[in-house]
């Protein structure tokens, strides 16, 4: 099986290209945080709020298109908190939808797979009526939580691969 990395955390890499995007895009007062731990990884953490319509936080990732061609996968190196989060991807930065895959996290280090044509085309929580994944490249990746309740998350990332 061949692997293709998309990101691999470590102490001395900058996480510069990584962006935070909470609901305050929108009115929302979610706040999130991403940082580098001193042990080399990617550490998103904050506070998820549904006051003023909000409800999310997101980290995202863009870069030079990649092609996922053949590749079936997307795997996930990671230990949450117990929560669920979704994992999107955008085929294009232009793409006004991306393609979403809610995952569980469970406290402990974790190998997260998520088959590509698995991925459901959603806007703004909806699920649109389109196929799923079936692209030759990605340019973007999100991790966003955002389970319709208030609450603190920490997500600690470790890599991220095509397999």
């Known amino acids: 099986m061949h692997t ?4 691999d955390f470590d102490s001395n890499k900058a996480i510069n290209t990584w962006s935070v ?34 409800g999310f936080s997101s980290v995202q990732y863009e870069f030079e298109k990649m092609s996922v061609k053949g ?35 469970s ?3 974790q190998e997260i797979s998520i088959p590509l044509h698995e991925m459901s085309p959603s806007f703004r929580g909806r699920k649109l009526d389109m196929p799923n994944f079936s692209g030759d490249s990605i340019e973007q990746l999100v991790f966003l939580i955002g389970n319709k309740k208030k609450e603190s998350f920490r997500l600690i990332i470790d890599k991220i691969e095509l397999q």
């Open 107 to 109: 406290g402990e280090w």
């Open 71 to 105: 590749y079936n996968k997307v795997v996930l190196r990671l230990k949450g908190d117990g929560k669920k989060y979704q994992f999107r991807i955008k085929a294009s930065q232009s793409d006004y939808y991306s393609y979403i895959n809610e995952f569980p996290t």
């Open 21 to 54: 995007v909470d609901d305050t895009v929108m009115g929302g007062m979610s706040n999130g945080t991403f940082q580098l731990s001193k042990d080399g990884h990617g550490v998103f953490t904050g506070y998820v709020t549904t006051e003023n319509n909000g």
């Open 4 to 7: 293709n990395i998309i990101y």
